[in-house]
């Protein structure tokens, strides 16, 4: 298993290279990826290419039996290139973006295209198979710094062009779009405007202004756009290398249709930082952005950056308790990371990210992080067979749709309404019950899963419906919940009753729904709703709860119906707490879903090695110790596990 660290060798001096190896070695790092922001070292000028001080690293590097992943460089263009190019994306006011950050080229820019184009197959053609090289990496996070959507003219035509493609006749996206309204029909597709700034005042101006229609289309279109940059350089490194191709994602990140960008890829890689100076990250948080980053290929992934120290950009966030490198190093195996890299080897005491630190410090001084990485890579390096291509036992699928982020965040339903809020809290709940949930697209909807969850699923399309529809019938158990089927896929309302194509598997109506800032009881423990409610009528379903207050006291709150061999839950309301974890104990043992009972604060999950045999992975994210029912022989050394987890503790038994 591939365990190592984030290099940045053009930052030191050559002199200082044969030590940091040195330092890597111990630490039981057999990859480095490295490259990844060195344009201005690789090309300095147009055309004029130094591979020289890269060749000799790498050189370096494979004598000590370290691999490399090697970045292409372009999410950080040079600036003789910004100098000489029109490169530079646009915001939403048409404002050209500043240089002196990083990611802020257009990939519809034909010349940011093609001098990417060109570094990459400079790079892919001399170290293409190289003996080092054990995999790529393409650029660094899409979307990371700015907006994934850029306002240029390049944009514009792209834009005009896809939609083109897409309608066929301008007649037909008017009619589509719905653009008589406030008189916006357009008479051409180059006509079509970029739903950026609008008449009102810029501080006021809000995106949802525009057609709801062209927003989608826009999000669809800008999505695609990274879709496409991505695979033109994979297009080119296969003509060179064999090697896997990677780029990092952003786990919950939604404005790129991951399931799109993961296609042209060998596997999913990702960034993971939990504490930093935005976000304390929530176990579960963290949890279900790996699930994410698994489900985004069906397939184990890797962390290509995992927190190795205080994080920031003006600021530090904390510091990483003792133990907690290690158990974040854990989850990650625990949830189908099939390689590690820290980020970053030494700290830099220079340039923007100097409040990142590293798994050294300013100074290179080895001290309590960096021998805590070392002790897991030690722990890795002997267990690596059981972690490597070993899956979750799971039966339980939550649905994470990005089409259905873009409408919500388009239009946003209610103040308090959020899309990864929704799916965040099912998980959570199915967290804390023990079912240690997958998620994924609704394609991975299948006979295999005893429960699938797909909380506000707005947009359904009939081919989707169908996939749910099979599940069902052949003894599935489905739930959906307010917000589900309301939209058709020009993310316009439906016309028809909602839930729409959903009517039939969840046997209700629609009448009317209830979005006031109203506190309201639902019946037999299932707790408070406070952001929606759908008042509907029963058509074959039957209530299991009912609402408790308002002029809809009485009417149903939650729903089953059975649809073939399986059966429906519809949750016409927001849960939480208490309310949410009963219900999904409910349907755990309805659907008969495997779940194992843990305290809380610790995650317990069952993995199956490539070999067949299974063990249990136990985390505790407590800062005290806690005792566990479990029982069994520590993988770590072969003594009885007597069911005590240390703070931030983890124990792997079998
Ligand atoms: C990531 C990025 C890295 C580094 C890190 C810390 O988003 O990929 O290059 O910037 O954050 O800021």
Redesign the pocket.
């Known amino acids: 298993m591939y365990f190592g660290v984030?290099y940045y060798p053009e930052h030191w001096d050559k002199s200082e290279w044969g030590e940091h190896i040195k330092l890597m070695k111990k630490a039981n790092f057999n990859i480095v990826r490295i490259a990844?922001?060195a344009w201005g070292r690789l090309e300095p000028r147009e055309d004029e290419f130094d591979f020289l001080w890269l060749d000799e690293i790498m050189e370096k590097l494979h004598e000590a039996g370290i691999k490399v992943i090697l970045g292409t460089p372009t999410a950080a263009p040079p600036k003789w290139l910004v100098n000489k190019y029109d490169v530079l994306m646009r915001d939403r006011y048409g404002r050209k973006r500043g240089y002196g950050s990083r990611r802020e080229c257009c990939s519809n820019s034909p010349d940011y295209r093609r001098r990417a184009d060109i570094i990459t197959e400079k790079m892919a053609e001399r170290y293409g198979k190289h003996p080092a090289v054990a995999a790529w990496q393409i650029d660094?996070?899409f979307g990371?710094h700015a907006s994934t959507r850029c306002y240029c003219e390049n944009c514009r035509r792209e834009f005009a062009s896809a939609l083109s493609k897409k309608y066929g006749s301008i007649g037909e996206l008017n009619r589509r779009w719905g653009t008589v309204f406030w008189s916006q029909e357009y008479e051409d597709f180059d006509d079509v405007i970029l739903p950026g700034y609008t008449s009102c005042e810029p501080e006021n101006a809000q995106q949802w202004s525009h057609n709801p229609s062209l927003d989608m289309d826009f999000y669809r279109f800008s999505s695609d756009s990274w879709v496409r940059f991505e695979k033109s350089q994979a297009d080119i490194i296969r003509k060179y290398s064999d090697r896997p191709i990677t780029h990092?994602f952003?786990g919950h990140f939604s404005d790129i249709d991951y399931y799109k960008l993961a296609e042209p890829l060998d596997f999913v890689s990702w960034?993971n930082?939990v504490d930093n100076q935005w976000n304390h990250e929530t176990y579960e948080n963290s949890a279900m952005a790996h699930e994410i980053m698994r489900g985004a290929k069906n397939k184990n992934f890797w962390v290509m950056?995992e927190q190795a120290g205080p994080?920031g950009?003006d600021k530090f966030g904390g510091t990483p308790r003792p133990g907690q490198i290690r158990l974040w190093t854990y989850q990650a195996i625990a949830h189908g990371c099939d390689g590690m890299v820290y980020?970053?080897f030494k700290s830099a005491p220079f340039g923007?990210?100097q409040y990142?630190l590293g798994v050294i410090d300013y100074d290179g001084i080895p001290r309590r992080r960096y021998f805590e990485i070392q002790k897991t890579g030690e722990e890795i390096k002997r267990l690596a067979s059981k972690f490597e291509g070993a899956v979750s036992e799971t039966d339980v699928l939550i649905v994470k749709s990005y089409e259905n982020t873009w409408s919500s965040k388009i239009k946003r339903n209610t103040e308090n309404f959020d899309y990864r809020g929704i799916l965040y809290d099912y998980y959570a709940a199915n967290l804390a019950v023990g079912t240690d949930p997958a998620c994924g697209p609704i394609t991975a909807v299948s006979g295999g899963c005893k429960a699938v969850y797909a909380p506000a699923y707005s947009i359904v399309t009939d081919e989707e419906a169908r996939i749910l529809e099979n599940y069902v019938s052949n003894g599935g158990t489905l739930v959906l919940t307010y917000r589900s089927g309301i939209r058709d896929e020009d993310n316009n309302m439906l016309r028809t009753t909602p839930p729409g194509a959903l009517r039939l598997l969840t046997g209700i109506r629609l009448e009317e729904f209830d979005s006031s800032p109203v506190e309201v009881g639902v019946s037999d423990g299932f707790g408070r709703s406070r952001v929606w409610r759908d008042i509907i009528s029963t058509e074959t379903a039957h209530a299991i709860a009912v609402y408790e207050d308002e002029f809809y006291k009485g009417s149903p709150a939650v729903t089953v119906n059975t649809f073939g061999k399986g059966r429906v839950i519809y949750v016409a309301c927001d849960l939480s707490g208490e309310g949410l974890l009963k219900l999904v104990r409910y349907i755990t043992e309805q659907s008969g879903a495997r779940y194992i009972e843990h305290p809380e604060g610790t995650e317990v999950i069952r993995r199956r090695a490539a070999d067949g045999s299974e063990y249990t992975m136990l985390l505790n994210h407590n800062d005290k110790s806690v005792k566990t029912e479990l029982r069994g022989v520590s993988l770590f050394d072969g003594s009885e596990f007597d069911g005590t987890l240390e703070p931030y503790g983890v124990e792997i038994i079998e």
Do not use: K, Q, T, V
Request: net charge negative; charged share 40%.
């Open positions: 984030d990844e922001f660094n996070e990371c990092n952003m960034d930082y950056e994080a950009w980020f970053r923007m990210e990142w």
